[in-house]
């Protein structure tokens, strides 16, 4: 480095002949905006807890996809097909999750894309509610495959806007 | 018995709603002035879990703390644009209410009989919450437990948010103070240290809005005007009208919003004089409780940043002052040419080197945690010899009551961030005398205080927040009376801003 004095060259931070050298800069405000939009003030850096996060609600979409599939209350036909794919497939993003450091939140999200489409087929079907005749805990399962999905989508769509990161990345703060 | 709904209890049920939602608010403008919440007591630059702000600080220039600020929306925080004196006023205000309201609460319940609602009396309760639990999910309303008048997951959700979250925060909400927090510093540790209490602190206003934000629907799906009727009238028997009341109790909490942003935007010193009126009889018994900290030589920042000069570590906040008195004395290494006067109502005015400072103070010295106003904190070994001493020395007269410090900084010159002049604090005689407050010399027995962390002189004032341990100190004047120096207020940011003298809170 050419300057062995400052803390930030040492470091391997260099942002000579930008405006941020020397000015604090404000990000994400549009033209004619005094603030940014207000989600972009929230940025949490808990990589290793978001990442088991991730992989622990597509965990609880595979459970909850198996439990429907071994029930004797098929949301349709060929649900149960369905629901198993879902189930593997999710065991081995889980796998894949927690033995290598591979950023897999896009197959995550096709994960959950498709157990959602399970459950809109259920609505057409024959979905196992308490009000067609299946029992509180299988409904209570059942419903649990569309608030996992949604939670992942939401932490997905959290993750691609920066609000929150999963390991290996990270929010590299210098401040 | 009959638990019902209490007057009481509704009464408490409608305060909770504008303390809560009050707190909140103005918690955000307080986190706001320092968006970044840390692990470690250090606050190492870059190591923070969590920021709240768009703005990214200058790489290769230093920067204050004082620029750190977020500018949030008064429609998120009260009163917004980083007015964190005017937040904090109002975090204390309701803080009065919202304690003594709660203290009032855990009575009543434990006199009448009512904290069964909150307390489960059997192992069963947990077994049915998680049956309510599923019956939820199932998309089913499960049953109150008979006798009681809501369900088991509703009373245990209740119960873990008056009688563990709320004492929880007020707990953490305490040791955000620097007197209570330098004064238990024991306590502060075994918490985790100041960082680890603010994190929970904050975790804390997020559990209360994620509560709210469960609470609220459910209260629609249980039926609205039936449920918020038991919460006005006590029964449900006449659901419109009590529906109706609590709808227009809501709608008023949202003027009361409006109306106190508002106010304060406009007119600081009426809220300024509302907090000194509710708050100071509180805040000032605090002076009963001097700091006493015992950190180690090995707590100080810096070491885990690896760098040799552990003192580039001790985070700086505010700009050393631009004359060329002070910078002439900074190159002549302040040895010879900086002197200290002590003066004003004293029967021995003095004038002391450094070299007088270093032999006075016999090698004196503590280890002691900075608690910014903002929230940054740094641990840093002063050696110095203590104001009770220098003022044992220079003998106050009879009737001196206050003792004002004054710095070679001038704010309106040195720091772009602010107007105005000399930068000044004043203390009480009960905080000058505290075994902690300190005339520092040395930062970290490495020599000299850096420029940045207020050389050569400066003072410690450990029980209060950040900003009254003065920096480049030149002059302390023992008085009978500080409020007719300048606005009157005992300081720089108390005269230009919205702070209250003590800063003991």
Known sequence: MEDKNSPALRVGVDFRGTENATQPVLKHIKPGKKRAPLLRYIRINLPKTTRLLLIAVIAVIGAASAAVALSNHPPFLFATLALWGICGVAAVFVAVGLLTSARIWTWGLFIALASLLVYMGGLLGNAPYVWNGASVVSAAIWNLTLLASIAYMVLFWALRYGMIVAAPDNQNFMD | ?505
């Not at chain 2, 006493?292 to 070491?303: C, E, F, L, P, Q």
């Not at chain 2, 900084?409 to 000044?424: A, F």
Request: aromatic content about 12%.
């Open chain 2, 1 to 505: 018995m009959e638990l019902g709904f209490p007057w009481w209890l509704r009464v408490e049920h409608f305060l909770n709603i504008i303390f809560i939602s009050f707190l909140v608010r103005s918690g955000l403008e307080i986190l706001g002035t320092y968006p970044k919440l840390y692990r470690s007591q250090h606050t190492v630059p870059g190591t923070s879990w969590a920021q709240f702000t768009v703005q990214e600080e200058a790489k290769h220039k230093y920067y204050t703390v004082g620029g750190e600020y977020s500018d949030y929306s008064p429609r998120i925080s009260l009163p917004g644009r980083g007015m964190l004196g005017l937040g904090r006023y109002w975090h204390f205000i309701t803080v009065t209410g919202f304690v003594t309201c709660w203290i009032i609460y855990f009575v009543l319940l434990l006199v009448t009989g009512q904290w069964r609602r909150y307390v489960p009396t059997s192992w069963d309760t947990f077994a049915q919450a998680g049956q309510d639990m599923l019956a939820y999910l199932a998309f089913t309303m499960p049953q109150p437990v008979d006798g009681m008048v809501f369900n088991a997951l509703q009373q245990l959700s209740y119960g873990f948010v008056i009688l563990v979250l709320t004492p929880l925060v007020i707990l953490t909400g305490a040791f955000q103070s620097p007197a209570i927090a330098n004064h238990f510093s024991r306590i502060t540790r075994a918490l985790g240290g100041r960082q680890v209490i603010r994190s929970i602190h904050f975790l804390c206003l997020v559990s209360y809005v994620a509560f709210f934000v469960i609470h609220v629907p459910l209260v629609f799906l249980h039926g609205y005007l039936h449920e918020t009727s038991k919460m006005v009238l006590g029964h449900s028997n006449n659901p419109v009208l009590g529906g109706s009341i609590f709808t227009i109790g809501l709608i008023l909490v949202i003027v009361l919003h409006v109306v106190a942003t508002r106010w304060t935007l406009a007119d600081g010193r009426a809220v300024e004089r509302l907090h000194n009126l509710i708050v100071r009889p509180w805040s000032n018994l605090l002076y009963k409780l001097p700091a006493r900290m015992h950190y180690d030589r090995s707590n100080i920042t810096g070491k885990d940043m690896g760098l040799a000069n552990t003192t580039q570590n001790f985070r700086g906040s505010g700009r050393p002052p631009e004359t060329e008195e002070y910078l002439a004395l900074m190159a002549n290494c302040y040895e010879d040419d900086y002197v200290l006067e002590i003066g004003g109502y004293v029967e021995r005015p003095m004038t002391l080197t450094i070299a007088d400072l270093r032999e006075l103070a016999a090698g004196h010295s503590q280890t002691t945690l900075h608690h910014c106003v903002q929230g940054f904190s740094s641990i840093g070994r002063w050696r110095g010899i203590t104001v009770s001493d220098l003022l044992d020395l220079a003998g106050p007269l009879p009737g001196a009551t206050d003792v004002v410090y004054t710095s070679f900084q001038n704010m309106g010159r040195d720091d772009d961030l602010y107007e105005g002049g000399t930068y000044y604090v004043s203390t009480p005689m009960v905080e000058a005398r505290m075994p902690q407050t300190l005339i520092a010399f040395e930062l970290n027995d490495e020599g000299e205080i850096p420029a940045k962390n207020g050389g050569p002189v400066r003072l410690r004032l450990e029980t209060s927040t950040g900003f009254r341990s003065l920096k480049w100190l030149e002059r302390i004047e023992v008085v009978n009376r500080y409020d007719i120096i300048l606005e009157g207020r005992g300081g720089y940011f108390e005269d230009t801003d919205f702070y209250d003298r003590n800063q003991l809170i």
